[in-house]
């Protein structure tokens, strides 16, 4: 398999078969990363292709210091940060994004509305490792923020969402008991 | 709370879960775990957490997401090459490549325009210079006598797939030798033909309708060769570019297999209630279904991108008399007076015409004849006197 760091020098070079690569590759991941925070399926796809079209303006820029998976979801994540300022004014609850449908509703609606109760950067800290299995350095990039600082900051997430779930786990065991 | 001889920080669980602890601090957090109940509590409640967050699981993302990004106006084809010039130099680059194009193409309008050309050459010009626009334009026809030719190819360098078919109507000279030559045509090009129908008389005129696949390199000499039976009426060429339509059916043919897959590892690798199950195998026989259509689809769309079909129409012109038996005889008496009329009122025409024709020439002869017989006649009577 070719990697990464060489599909985007083939792009510089106006490779569209190099860019259809790169494409299928993350097409999938950066799908799921909106489609977990985008309410709107729509939204999702146009952010999706937004990300795409960004890699390929930003081909040029691309120095390959760090991996290309990272600086994609680099990409990414500005540019929900920036979705999410141009749709600030309708007030939300600290970090909930509505649920996006799920193959299994239930255990999606479970898990959303646990991670919903977790504080936002926490809550975005925990799904790019859980969900977009990034490294810790890999993270610390996206976020910008030091390496221990995502250590210690995953651990918490994690034992915190683990109250949260076992708390509607409780919730849901006394519910069907009555 | 961790206790006082702990050896461990609760965020070396984390990295040790994670994978991200280092070789030679792995094998100390091991050996402390062995032995530390608490510590492998943390553990298990950690890996639990991603448990329970791998169960979010979401739809594939939309089959038309990739022709979009990798062909649509947004994506690959709005993107390069253009974004790749820094937009300081947009402006200068744009204005030097217009004057490029300017010098181009004046000389190559002042070739296609010159009488010497002969008319095979002329028309390979205007074929090349016709040829990027009409792989943008969906249809190019021509009239009669047209000169108007498709691309070369079906399939361009990058990787366009294009239906392209024909619309030939003609009057053969020969109908019979025409209708044995479509047949040597077809073969002689590896097509085939799909459907003949001849109809009418050879009293009314005959019609050949038929439809002719070749393959789609090899259209335009056969159009050629149909061209030389006949004296043509309706010529015409349609171009259909159906790239994007073959990669989104691709794709979707593509998730649809996967879909497929995982559910079958699904059915075999976990149990359920027999509805669960029941429903489970509806999934798979849809998803099946979908898998079938859209193959066919895409086969039929490849199918009319390697074979070109073309359209054919030979019109045999009419060639009988009408015989309506004799006439009555009152029609008869009218007609041969009418015709007597016609006939005498013709031949005072053509006498007056013929007066009207000679005269001029009868009144310069008898001037020029008249007056020395005139004179030789008074003479001679003189002298008799």
């Known amino acids: 398999m070719t990697p990464d760091e060489n599909l985007v020098a083939e792009l510089r070079g106006g490779s569209r078969d190099a ?13 799921r990363f909106f489609r977990r925070r985008v309410a709107d399926r729509g939204r999702a796809e146009e952010l999706t292709q ?31 940060l920036a979705d999410r300022r141009k749709t600030a004014p309708q007030p939300r609850a600290a970090g909930s994004d509505p ?55 995953l651990f918490r997430a994690r034992m915190a969402l683990k109250q949260r779930l076992d708390a509607q786990r409780i919730v849901g065991v006394s519910h069907a008991a009555r | 709370m961790q206790p006082v001889d702990h050896p461990l920080d609760p965020e070396e669980l984390t990295e040790y879960v994670d994978g991200e602890v280092s070789l030679e601090r792995r094998a100390d957090v091991e050996s402390h775990l062995a032995t530390c109940a608490a510590c492998q509590k943390t553990v298990r409640d950690l890996r639990g957490v991603s448990r329970d967050l791998a169960a979010w699981s979401l739809e594939a993302a939309p089959n038309a997401l990739r022709a979009r990004v990798l062909f649509g106006k947004a994506g690959f084809g709005r993107q390069w090459p253009v974004r790749w010039i820094p937009s300081w130099a947009t402006v200068p680059v744009l204005g030097l490549t217009a004057l490029a194009a300017l010098l181009i193409a004046v000389p190559l ?18 074929t090349v210079a016709e040829g990027a626009e009409r792989s943008r334009a969906p249809s190019v026809t021509g009239r009669a006598g047209s000169t108007a030719e498709a691309p070369q190819t079906s399939q361009t360098s990058l990787g366009s797939r294009i239906i392209r078919t024909a619309t030939l109507q003609l009057v053969p000279k020969d109908f019979d030798a025409a209708r044995a030559t479509v047949d040597r045509i077809v073969a002689d090009a590896g097509g085939y033909l ?24 090899r259209l335009d000499e056969t159009v050629r ?44 690798t976990r149990t359920g209630t027999l509805t669960e199950v029941l429903e489970a195998e509806r999934e798979v026989a849809r998803v099946r279904e979908e898998i079938e259509r859209l193959d066919a689809q895409r086969k039929s769309l490849a199918d009319k991108v390697t074979f070109s079909a ?46 009207l024709q000679v005269a001029p020439a009868l009144l310069l002869w008898a001037l020029l004849l008249g007056v ?13 006197a």
């Open chain 1, 19 to 31: 860019f259809a690569t790169l494409f299928d590759r993350y097409r999938e991941p950066v799908w």
């Open chain 1, 50 to 80: 937004d990300t795409f079209v960004a890699i390929l303006e930003g081909a040029r820029r691309y120095e390959g210091r760090g991996p290309f998976r990272s600086y994609l979801f680099g990409v990414a994540y500005n540019i929900l």
């Open chain 1, 99 to 153: 649920p996006a449908p799920a193959a299994d509703r239930d255990a999606a609606l479970w898990i959303q509305a646990a991670l919903a109760q977790l504080d936002a950067d926490e809550r975005e800290l925990l799904m790019l490792r859980e969900y977009e299995e990034l490294s810790y350095l890999e993270i610390a990039q996206v976020l910008e923020i030091p390496i221990n600082t995502v250590r210690s900051r």
């Open chain 2, 109 to 126: 309008g002042r070739y296609s325009q010159a009488p010497a050309i002969d008319a095979r050459s002329e028309s390979r010009v205007s």
């Open chain 2, 194 to 217: 799909g459907t003949v129908v001849v109809s009418g008389t050879r009293a009314t005129g005959r019609t050949l309708a038929a439809t002719v696949n070749v393959p789609a390199t």
């Open chain 2, 225 to 268: 060769a149909f061209r030389t039976l006949g004296e043509v009426v309706q010529d015409s060429q349609n171009a259909t570019d159906v790239t994007e339509r073959l990669v989104d059916l691709e794709a979707r043919l593509a998730n649809s297999r996967n879909s497929e897959r995982r559910m079958n590892e699904l059915l075999r």
């Open chain 2, 310 to 355: 073309i359209t054919l129409q030979f019109d045999e012109p009419k060639k009988s008399s009408m015989d309506l038996g004799p006439l009555p005889l009152t029609t008869r008496i009218r007609n041969a007076f009418i015709e007597g009329l016609r006939s005498a009122f013709a031949g005072a025409v053509e006498a007056l015409l013929v007066v």
């Open chain 2, 372 to 384: 020395p017989i005139w004179r030789i006649w008074r003479w001679r009577a003189r002298v008799a």
